[in-house]
């Protein structure tokens, strides 16, 4: 996956206005704060430079990740939000994966680092063309998730965010979070143990709210994740050159894993199950891995089930899974 072309613009031209080895040596000092268990939002003081080396080494994967959520969650959801509601928006990376939410008009981001609001307002504004407007538009408040005053919003999101306040700050902020929702709530966070443990006590307390399964989970049962294992999904994004001078390295590609949890005011037709790892591929058979209503389990599909191994040579881990191809009434949400 790529960011969009706006956006890797607007990245080059933040970053010709510094020296390559300014911000090599910028993205040195975050990194050594994040080695050293200091996310991003307790770094202070936070310079430009490390802001704008934030966005030249992260960006594209945080865009990633908030742009495949969106896809999976509009699958389930096709009634589109119209309002976004983006909490811990850093640069923005959301708002501008939020070109998948078609019907969308407004956008407000809080963000509690001024300088932070100060260059995604930048990045946001090089951004041309009709389909950007709410881009554009979008409201960028500062301001702490934990205390500010939300405004009611169909979407609100939470990427990457949720994870760096204390827990008792996340609790707060999930319930002000999820009141806030109109419709739906997403939160993504890193894709590693610690990551989806987060996620998995998140989703047991928005449950306890009453919220309503919508993606990955296919059921709202407790989790069946356990022991040393975490549900965790991954996107390949393509390195652009500015990103490899950066962070150095030869791959052309990274992958981002990430953990999230979507949920609803209403309830959402859910999939008969999740594949939960890369399929496995052989002559002649694909296994699959899978997160179903009853649990874990894996399905081996082989090529006497023409169409069933024709849709699994096309899935990929992520999707949705239907033991038989889903009907239109299958497929619809029910929230309207
Ligand atoms: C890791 S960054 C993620 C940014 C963005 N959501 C993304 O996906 O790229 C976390 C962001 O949350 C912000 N943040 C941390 N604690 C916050 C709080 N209590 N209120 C508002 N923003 C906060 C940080 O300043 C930072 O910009």
Not at 211 to 230: I, L, T
């Amino acid at each position: 996956m790529q960011m969009p072309l706006a956006l890797r613009g607007a990245l080059e031209r933040e970053a010709a206005r510094y020296k390559l080895s300014e911000l090599q040596r910028a993205h040195e000092r975050l990194s050594e704060s994040y080695r050293a268990g200091a996310p991003l939002g307790r770094l202070s003081p936070l310079g430009d430079a490390e802001r704008l080396a934030y966005a030249v080494a992260r960006m594209p994967a945080t865009y990633a990740a908030c742009s495949a959520v969106l896809k999976a969650v509009m699958e389930r959801m096709p009634a589109a939000p119209a309002s976004l509601l983006d909490l811990g928006a850093g640069l923005g990376s959301m708002l501008w994966a939020a070109e998948r939410l078609p019907a969308l008009e407004a956008a407000t981001l809080l963000e509690a680092d001024p300088g932070n609001v100060q260059l995604g307002q930048a990045l946001a504004a090089e951004a041309e063309g009709t389909e950007w407007a709410a881009l554009r538009g979008a409201d960028w408040r500062i301001g702490d998730i934990a205390s500010a005053k939300l405004p009611p919003c169909d979407l609100v999101t939470c990427s990457y965010s949720l994870g760096e306040l204390s827990e008792a700050s996340a609790t707060r902020a999930l319930q002000t979070a999820w009141n806030a929702a109109k419709r739906m709530l997403v939160i993504i966070e890193p894709g590693t143990p610690a990551g989806f443990a987060r996620i998995r006590k998140w989703r047991q307390q928005l449950l306890a709210l009453g919220a309503h399964m919508v993606a990955p989970c296919p059921h709202s049962a407790g989790c069946p994740m356990v022991g040393n294992d975490w549900c965790h999904f991954a996107q390949r994004v393509e390195r652009t050159s500015l990103h490899r001078r950066l962070k150095g390295g030869s791959l052309g590609y990274e992958d981002e894993k990430y953990s999230y949890i979507a949920v609803s005011k209403f309830p959402a037709a859910l999939p008969s199950a999740r594949i939960i790892r890369h399929p496995q591929v052989a002559p002649g058979a694909i296994k699959l891995e899978l997160c179903a209503q009853g649990g874990l389990s894996e399905v081996v599909t082989t090529r006497k089930n023409k169409e069933q191994f024709r849709r699994a040579r096309h899935a990929a881990w992520g999707d949705a899974w239907e033991p038989r191809p889903a009907t239109e009434e299958g497929t619809r949400d029910s929230f309207e």
